[in-house]
């Protein structure tokens, strides 16, 4: 069971809050949902502006070009992205209670 009262969350008496393991594990899980996310804006963005090149047609090209947008977007997401693995993991935080008459 849950309680609020009015913006205080109570969490219930059995609930754990989340250890050192469990915040570099979900600290990873942002950043790897971020990169996921930023990969086919990068896609995208390499495929505007390289043209219809000879280079294009060769076979493998576009897995090559896959592979190196997935590469830059972990590469951005792990030093601090856009900022969309902070907000996933400030929502994961408990909530702050602050104690006061």
């Known amino acids: 069971m849950n309680i609020t009262l009015g913006s205080t969350f109570i ?5 754990k809050l989340p250890d ?4 570099v594990k979900n600290e990873k899980a942002a950043r790897d949902f971020e990169a996921m996310l930023l990969t086919p804006v990068l896609d ?3 495929k505007t502006f390289a043209g219809n090149s000879e280079d294009a047609k060769t076979p493998g090209a576009s897995d090559y070009r896959q592979m190196g947008s997935q590469a830059l977007a972990q590469a951005i ?3 601090g992205g856009i900022g969309i693995a902070q907000l996933i993991l400030r929502h994961l ?6 104690g006061g008459s």
Request: charged share 20%; aromatic share 0%; hydrophobic share 40%.
């Open 44 to 46: 995208s963005l390499q």
């Open 93 to 98: 935080q408990p909530p702050k209670v602050s």
């Open 11 to 15: 969490p219930p008496p059995d609930a």
């Open 77 to 79: 997401a792990a030093r």
């Open 20 to 23: 050192a393991k469990a915040a």
